[in-house]
């Protein structure tokens, strides 16, 4: 595998895994509820979500060496759930903001992560290895050149939008002089992108 392929498919894997995360999340919340909910993590809509991007990301990295469907449950279980934990832990201490909250689940970790979900983390990685990864393979591997300048085009939209995202939550959780950026990330606007999330916690 040589370097460019890996990269075309590495990076096509994090923003594919993303959005499949983001609108499934959306679309659950949905179902559930019956109201429309940006559900991508600390971004402002359901393009990507960054938790699943990450995940699918490792579980494609792990799948390359090991084709065992056990140990990509195995792996995707604990790499995802450790993955999740880490992104609520560090949201709370960087913006002191929660996007979710298990702590009614079974068997839950600070309510950042619990058992259930977790199984279902495995249950998707080995979905993800078995029935998407290999024909996104022959798929990089035989249109590289469409790929790279797709690739391209999604990191050029996500990273400013990413920075946006944080730069929003920085300043509803740090505050600001700047007029412009309470008026842009007013918490009126912060309410309407996060309607479940928990934008002062202490």
């Not at 979500?49 to 799948?63: D, E, Q, R, S, V």
């Not at 998407?132 to 690739?151: D, F, H, R």
């Not at 990413?162 to 920085?170: E, H, N, P």
Request: hydrophobic share 50%; with cysteine; net charge neutral.
């Amino acid at each position: 595998m040589n370097k460019e392929y890996k990269e075309n498919l590495l990076i096509t894997v994090f923003f594919l895994g993303g959005t499949i995360g983001g609108i499934w999340e959306t679309l659950w919340t949905y179902l559930v509820r019956g109201s429309l909910q940006w559900k991508s993590g600390i971004m402002f809509f359901p393009l990507c979500n960054p938790i699943y991007g990450l995940g699918a990301l490792l579980i494609t990295l792990y799948a390359l060496k090991h084709k065992s469907l056990f140990s990509i449950y195995i792996f995707a279980l604990i790499s995802c759930t450790i993955s999740e934990y880490l992104f609520s832990y560090l949201e709370e201490l960087l913006f002191n903001t929660i996007s979710w909250d298990y702590s009614s689940h079974f068997l839950n970790i600070d309510g950042r992560v619990n058992l259930i979900y977790s199984l279902f983390w495995g249950l998707l990685g080995v979905i993800f290895a078995h029935f998407i990864l290999p024909p996104l393979e022959c798929s990089v591997a035989i249109n590289g050149e469409k790929y790279q300048s797709l690739t391209f085009t999604l990191c050029i939209i996500y990273i400013p939008l990413l920075f946006f995202s944080i730069v929003g939550l920085a300043v509803n959780h740090y505050g600001t002089t700047n007029e412009i950026l309470n008026t842009i990330f007013s918490e009126k606007i912060m309410k309407f992108f996060y309607p479940t999330r928990v934008l002062v916690i202490k």
